[in-house]
T-cell receptor, first 114, second 111 residues
Framework: GENVEQHPSTLSVQEGDSAVIKCTYS??????FPWYKQELGKRPQLIID?????GEKKDQRIAVTLNKTAKHFSLHITETQPEDSAVYFC?????????????FGPGTSLSVIP | DVKVTQSSRYLVKRTGEKVFLECVQD?????MFWYRQDPGLGLRLIYF???????EKGDIPEGYSVSREKKERFSLILESASTNQTSMYLC??????????FGDGTRLSIL
């Protein structure tokens, strides 16, 4: 079945450094890739998403890149801050109708050290 | 702003009990989902529903059932709770081609 792999499972960076999380997906028909951030004890919240007709998308310190040929997509966080510490989930889905399920990666626990 | 409300944040039940987890969304979304979240395993889909009275199995449906009698409400049912169903349960809803919105989660302990 479809699956999404995510690496690394844990990541520690110094405040101000960049963090990169990488995901690969198996379903070549996937065309929508959201990223969620889950702080401790809170719900996952969407931070950025990208569709397959775009190779890169940026929102302030956060960017996502997509390589459809290789079935890879990555999250880049620049100038990390302690409040970026959380678990990050990538996901992939086929948006062909409003009825569709989303496959999540296992998550990356990011720690930003002050 | 989308609001997805789960009826309980914490729940403790006993082995063999029938357990109901309730989820309500206020945005008239067609799609609703139940996930289970365990450390190192991410979010695993149990069931989802794309319309009233419609349901589809996710990746780990065994031991669970669901009910969607009204568009805004999606219930997860543990027919006979077992200790291996101790977990965090997350409900989500989605309208059209929009991202999913999650509830706060229910931390369920089965003793």
């Amino acid at each position: 079945g479809e699956n999404v792999e995510q690496h690394p499972s844990t990541l520690s960076v110094q405040e101000g450094d960049s963090a990169v999380i990488k995901c690969t997906y198996s379903d070549s028909a996937s065309n929508y890739f959201p990223w969620y951030k889950q702080e401790l004890g809170k719900r996952p919240q969407l931070i950025i998403d990208i569709r397959s007709n775009v190779g890169e998308k940026k929102d302030q310190r956060i960017a996502v890149t997509l390589n459809k040929t290789a079935k890879h997509f990555s999250l880049h966080i620049t100038e990390t801050q302690p409040e970026d510490s959380a678990v990050y989930f990538c996901a992939a889905s086929r948006v062909k109708t409003s009825y569709d399920k989303v496959i999540f990666g296992p998550g990356t626990s990011l720690s930003v050290i002050p | 702003d989308v609001k997805v409300t789960q009826s309980s944040r914490y729940l403790v039940k006993r082995t063999g009990e029938k357990v109901f987890l309730e989820c309500v969304q206020d945005m008239d979304h067609e799609n609703m989902f139940w996930y289970r979240q365990d450390p190192g395993l991410g979010l695993r889909l149990i069931y989802f529903s794309y319309d009233v009275k419609m349901k589809e199995k996710g990746d780990i449906p065994e031991g669970y059932s669901v009910s969607r009698e009204k568009k805004e409400r999606f219930s997860l049912i543990l027919e006979s709770a077992s200790t291996n169903q101790t977990s965090m349960y997350l409900c989500a809803s989605r309208g059209g081609y929009q991202p999913q919105h999650f509830g706060d989660g229910t931390r369920l302990s089965i003793l």
